[in-house]
């Protein structure tokens, strides 16, 4: 009966601190996306291509490319994302890898005009060493009645 009731408080104890790490690391995750739309708005490119992997795409309404010309664009002002209000985020974790869905009104400067888009925006991270690459970001446009599951 001991033994059972041993067992049984360290699977609970496990449980908790597996979903405690899992916590911290949506947090992070949220964090590092949330800075991301800040370092995009102050068009800092530095910060950027070190986040951004090396093989890293980008789908646009306009169409998908890679990290070089997503930086570029960021960099020459081609599209300036002005700002992101964030209305809802959502993350999984999955062993090295995360996906965050965000749920925003994107306020942006697309080849000299002010356009506001409402858009659901994919994230997808892999933890290399002691820090998060991303992988893949996708615009996705939704109605402002769009919600996100959590």
């Keep these: 009966m001991r033994a059972s009731i041993i067992g049984l408080f360290l699977v609970l104890i496990s449980t908790q601190w597996s979903f405690a790490q ?6 992070e995750i949220k964090d590092l996306s949330k800075m991301k739309w800040e370092w995009m708005a102050e068009k800092d490119v530095d910060k950027l291509a070190k986040l951004f992997h090396e093989r890293s795409k980008f789908v646009h309404m306009s169409g998908t490319w890679k990290k070089a010309e997503e930086l570029d664009i960021i960099k020459t002002g081609r599209i300036w994302y002005k700002k992101a209000d964030v209305h809802d985020v959502a993350v999984e974790v999955f062993d090295d890898t995360a996906i965050l869905w965000n749920r925003i009104t994107l306020q942006a400067v697309v080849r000299g005009n002010e356009v506001s888009n409402e858009f659901t ?5 892999q933890q290399q060493g002691s820090g998060w690459k991303l992988l ?6 939704v109605r402002d009645t769009h919600t996100i599951e959590h």
């Design 136 to 141: 893949a970001l996708t615009f996705s446009s």
């Design 22 to 27: 899992n916590s911290a690391t949506e947090q």
């Design 121 to 125: 925006v994919t994230e997808v991270y």
